[in-house]
């Protein structure tokens, strides 16, 4: 157990205060941010590596769809309006599916904030993920907190100069090797890499390349946390979404205050010493820059650096953790006026603490009923319904679709022998990478015959038609009926298309138009 004096103080001073608000055009303050260590940081440590995995490595996992469809496990193909997933196709007319997952990202997003506060910014939001891998090569070139505002604050040399050439162009390998991994998604990614490395791809990949290479660098290298403060604006709308029971990373005022670096000496001389021993820990690792002693602030991304930062020093100290921790409004409030002794006087330590310095009965600790609550299963039960839907249509759509238009102009035409012929533009479309063959047949319209444009066969009430893997295929259709049969000016029919190797089918029902003249 360490004394308050062995205690690092970092010299840190909050660049976005919540107690004195900068002017809006205020000039900027860097920020150089503490490398953290603790259970918080670990785990974005994980989010970071499964992230940028999924993002630069999904483009290059393979699926084998046959010979007729791509072989990319995950591919929006534009050109061809198709979207792929592993064995999931996805056609423009399916696009509610997107439309589904979009509001289940919503509600995710929602129910996360709602519980966990801005955990969402905190962990995985693109600007935070490649924020943090930018600051990593800071790290490994300039160093630690520390040395960069030394080498900041010191005058342009030949060493400052190469440091700082070797970082930037570090970054920009990342921001190209972004650009780059975006482009993949939309065309095959081995065959395209060829083409961009031999300049041969077409101008809209390296537009693209250029665009999240730009973006990529000033958002993630030069901006950073002012993306967050100024652009972003969930910060704003996350006021909407929490309440008194969401867990947010609070600063315990109740035990920490009265903050003294000689708490000692305050307790030897009668005066009230909180646990917090003022040494700024929380404030150095912010990557926002900001105190989170000043309360809630709009910047504060909910990544609990500052818990990590905290809970090392109250273990040096051998003080219990949790002096920067999840919390609930509703629990801080009860916590603060247990201390203060329902407001009637200042924050007392002695108010919430048993002789043997553990906390009284009373202090609300407990975050499970805070997480699980009816607020937090509303949301759940939307998602899990839109995600049983959409999993319930992949399982049981059709494969195999029918439109049929009619001609227009002439809407019918009087054959030679009396008899009336319509035109019908049939359109098949086979939603399978294979090929196969399906039955064009009649039903209704006693006595009528059909024939199609193109296939050498005599007119009948049913036709084999062979039909392309993945493909539209469009008929022109004629459909005759003998006078004697037409008793009214519009009669309706059925086309009905079947493909008897897996037994789809799909139907559309037509107008056959007349003559008045005919009844």
């Given at each position: ?162 440091v700082r050439a070797i970082k930037h162009a570090v970054w920009l390998v990342i921001a190209v090797a972004t ?35 730009g973006t990529t660098y000033l958002f993630g290298g030069l901006m950073r946390e002012q993306v967050c403060t ?220 059909m024939s199609i444009v193109g296939v050498d066969l005599p007119s009948g009430r049913s036709f084999a038609i ?54």
């Amino acid at each position: 157990m360490l004394d308050q004096r062995q205690i690092e103080r970092p010299a840190a001073e909050a660049a976005n205060s919540g107690k004195v608000r900068q002017p809006l055009y205020a000039a900027h303050k860097k920020i150089f941010p503490k490398r953290a260590s603790g259970r918080f940081r670990q785990f974005k440590w994980l989010v970071m590596a499964i992230t940028l995995g999924v993002y630069y490595l999904t483009p290059w996992l393979r699926w084998n769809r046959g010979p007729f469809a791509p072989h990319q496990a995950v591919l929006l193909d534009l050109a061809n309006r198709r979207f792929y997933l592993f064995s999931i196709e996805i056609w423009p007319q399916e696009f509610y599916y997107v439309a589904g997952l979009l509001m289940m990202a919503g509600i995710s997003l929602f129910m996360l904030t709602s519980t966990v506060g801005r955990a969402w910014c905190g962990y995985t939001c693109p600007q935070t993920v490649w924020v943090d891998l930018f600051l990593v090569v800071e790290r490994a070139i300039e160093g630690d907190r520390n040395a960069r505002i030394k080498l900041e604050a010191s005058p342009w040399s030949a060493r400052k100069l190469l440091v700082r050439a070797i970082k930037h162009a570090v970054w920009l390998v990342i921001a190209v090797a972004t650009g780059g991994a975006w482009i993949f998604y939309f065309a095959d990614a081995p065959e395209l890499l060829g083409e961009v490395l031999a300049g041969t791809a077409a101008p809209v990949a390296y537009v693209t390349i250029a665009i999240f290479t730009g973006t990529t660098y000033l958002f993630g290298g030069l901006m950073r946390e002012q993306v967050c403060t100024y652009m972003c604006p969930w910060p704003r709308i996350q006021a909407a979404l929490l309440d008194e029971n969401s867990l947010t990373v609070t600063y315990n005022d109740w035990r920490g205050e009265p903050r003294s670096r000689h708490a000692k000496k305050a307790m030897a001389s009668g005066q009230p010493a909180g646990d917090c021993v003022d040494c700024n820990s929380c404030m150095a690792v912010c990557p926002m820059g900001i105190d989170i002693r000043d309360g809630q602030q709009l910047e504060c991304i909910t990544c609990a650096l500052c818990i990590d930062a905290c809970d090392r020093v109250m273990d040096k100290l051998g003080r219990a953790r949790g002096l920067i921790s999840y919390a609930t409004l509703a629990d801080y409030n009860a916590n603060l006026a247990l201390a203060s002794a329902g407001g009637t006087s200042a924050i007392h330590p002695a108010l919430i603490r048993n002789p043997t310095n553990t906390f009284v009965d009373g202090v609300a600790q407990s975050l499970r009923r805070k997480i699980f609550r009816s607020r937090t299963f509303i949301y759940l039960g939307a998602w899990s319904a839109i995600g049983l839907v959409l999993i319930s249509s992949l399982l049981t759509r059709e494969r195999l679709e029918m439109n049929v238009l009619h001609d227009r102009n002439p809407q019918f035409v009087t054959l030679s022998n009396g008899s009336i012929r319509n035109g019908y533009t049939v359109k098949l479309l086979n939603m399978i990478p294979q090929p196969r063959t399906v039955v064009l047949s009649l039903e209704g319209l006693p006595n009528a015959q059909m024939s199609i444009v193109g296939v050498d066969l005599p007119s009948g009430r049913s036709f084999a038609i062979p039909v392309e893997p993945d493909r539209l295929t469009t008929l022109k259709v004629f459909v005759r009926q003998p006078a004697d049969q037409i008793y009214k000016p519009v009669q309706s029919f059925t086309f009905r298309i079947e493909d008897e190797a897996s037994s789809e089918s799909a139907k559309y029902t037509a107008s056959f138009n007349a003559p008045e003249i005919a009844r």
